[in-house]
């Protein structure tokens, strides 16, 4: 299987205080949905090249929550939330905070569709409180991490 | 204790998928809290005065979740979240879903201040995921809702 690096859509709109990411993966959607919900396989792509993972919580189905902590060489970033809905290979959708900054909540729809002949798109939503606080969202470089995470989801998903 | 009956101000920003009701209460911070996380009393005054709730799961701490129903001549309605974060007295942050319409999800941020004098203002956000669905919701009745709610809540916390 070849694994093309495909190209990561990021749009912010102006009117409103969202994130749309479109992204398209050469595997099943059953693939890409499990490498979201086994926190074995999350810890492997989940964020940057430079951080390691380290995972407390990822109980990833309706009701259950998560908790992980990316670190590198400047320091660690806790990050956690709930699993509002898990709709299997289809929809996932979970709140998300940087714990350093706990007072900023946003809602993350991720939503899977089967394109056929194995492969999947991925849409992801997210809703932040604010326009301000999604633009400071994108200004501490989420986009570097989206880019490099689903990079290394489509090696694993290559294996 | 006097039982004024308090105004809600609920708001529709034209702007953004939001809606924000203040409403205060002649309760300490705490009691108004605990009406908030302890089902036994949550089921004595959550939604309009012409339903009965039974609650199926309502466990108000960080990385918790909730269902329940309401039940009136007309049929029953059963509502799920999570509690993304539940900070005592101060704060709780929810998702919140109508079963019956899974995917429109809300998030809900509860904020109490103290007044002094044992009074408690409320402020609730809620973000939708688009200005349409947010219309819808206001809609629905919800204000209806709210309004009940908050004065079978001012009959408890005078009890």
Redesign the interface.
């Known amino acids: 299987m070849s694994t093309t690096t495909r190209e990561t859509t990021i749009t912010a709109d102006p ?4 994130v749309v990411i479109t992204r398209e993966f050469d595997a099943p959607r059953e693939n890409v949905f499990r490498a979201h919900v086994d926190p074995d396989l999350v810890k492997r792509w989940l964020g940057p090249r430079d951080l390691t993972m380290e995972i407390d ?1 990822y109980d990833a189905r ?4 998560y ?1 992980y902590t990316h670190r590198d060489s400047d320091g660690e970033y806790t990050f ?6 898990v709709r299997p290979s289809e ?1 996932i ?1 979970q ?1 998300f ?1 940087y714990e350093g900054f ?2 900023s ?1 946003t ?1 993350e ?1 991720m939503t899977l569709t089967d394109l056929g002949g194995g492969r999947t798109r991925l849409e992801g ?1 997210s ?1 932040f ?3 301000e606080a999604r633009d400071g969202m994108i200004a501490s470089g989420m986009e570097i991490g989206v880019n490099e995470g689903y990079e290394k989801l489509d090696e694993l998903l290559a294996e």
């Open positions: 009117a409103a205080p969202t919580t309706t009701g259950g929550s908790r956690f939330g709930s699993f509002h809905e929809r959708v709140t905070t706990p007072d909540v809602l729809t939503l809703l409180e604010s326009i």
